[in-house]
């Protein structure tokens, strides 16, 4: 059952962004288009750099 849902819900995210690569233009977060919420991991990649680099209030500022 897990694994369904799981192939399920990557083939939904596949689908999503050809939809809108198709059409030229970069696709929106799916999970910000279902719940109208910031992904969690938003600005995960940009506050990791800043820590890494030393800049831990400006990497808390990225991704809270």
């Known amino acids: 059952m897990l694994a369904a849902v799981g192939v399920l819900v990557g083939?939904?995210?596949v689908c999503w962004n050809v939809f809108w690569l198709v059409q030229g233009r970069?696709?929106?977060a799916?999970?910000?288009a279902i719940t109208g919420y910031p992904?969690?991991?938003t600005g995960g990649t940009r506050g990791l750099t800043l820590l890494l680099a030393g800049d831990w209030r400006e990497s808390l500022r990225a991704n809270r």
């Open 11 to 13: 083939v939904t995210y």
């Open 26 to 28: 970069v696709p929106p």
């Open 30 to 32: 799916l999970f910000r």
């Open 39 to 41: 992904a969690p991991t």
